[in-house]
């Protein structure tokens, strides 16, 4: 009988033992009630820590009984620090956090205009549309109408340019008032240089960065202000970027 008596002890104590440690379970949740994932939760006695899950809980296994403190926090809320007093093979804790607003240091944005901008900006392209003489095309509004021939384009945008086919299917423009091409053709720059027997579309619309179009002599300033400009000059800039 002694040896069954031993034995009986022996698993009652091991019993005993096992049931010296728990898993505890830590529930965090809003002021409202709703879960709060993405915490983390600290047994700041033993050094221990846990994320909380898409339902708001951190798990804790293997943990002897005792007392703890937790420590809980996440950010956007207030840290909320309690004790728990674990003497149960399975413990649930709940903790509740109250939100905070989060405070940031005001954020500066520098931008920096595109290449096709700047070239613009350095040959005076925004300088001379101030002046409100001529018409002004810009990249955007080509991109907002998307022509598919530049000739299009400045049958939309320019009024009193009149545009013609060559029997060599070559688009040219003259000012409406004008009486042939030949006689009265418009003087075209690309990039500031001059073109002469320019044909327009043999340029494409998305090579453009701007266009600038005066329709006579008294509209076109000095630095394209030359004998053929008689009759009108239309500058065009080619995209850098």
Excluded: K
Aim: proline share 6%; glycine share 8%; net charge positive.
């Amino acid at each position: 009988m002694i040896p069954v008596v031993l034995l009986s002890l022996l698993v009652l104590g091991a019993g005993a033992a096992a049931a010296q440690t728990s898993t505890l379970q830590v529930a965090v949740r809003t002021a409202q009630g709703q879960p709060i994932p993405g915490a983390t939760v600290a047994l700041v006695d033993v050094g221990r820590r846990a994320e909380t899950d898409a339902d708001g809980v951190a798990r804790f296994a293997d943990l002897p009984f005792g007392v703890y403190t937790l420590d809980v926090r996440r950010v956007g809320y207030d840290a909320a620090r309690t004790q728990v007093v674990v003497a149960l093979p399975e413990h649930q804790q709940a903790v509740v956090l109250r939100a905070r607003p989060l405070r940031l240091a005001p954020l500066v944005v520098q931008g920096r205009a595109r290449r096709g901008v700047e070239m613009l900006r350095a040959r005076g392209f925004f300088e001379r549309q101030r002046m409100r003489q001529g018409i002004f095309i810009t990249r955007e509004q080509i991109e907002r109408l998307r022509p598919r021939l530049l000739s299009d384009l400045l049958r939309q945008m320019a009024p009193g340019v009149r545009i013609t086919s060559t029997p060599f299917m070559e688009s040219r423009a003259a000012m409406a008032r004008s009486v042939g091409l030949a006689r009265c053709p418009i003087q075209f720059f690309i990039d500031g240089v001059p073109a002469y027997a320019f044909n327009i579309d043999d340029m494409r619309p998305g090579d453009v960065e701007g266009i600038e179009i005066y329709r006579g002599a008294s509209e076109v300033p000095a630095e394209f202000n030359r004998f053929e400009a008689r009759c009108g000059v239309i500058v065009i800039w080619t995209r850098i970027d």
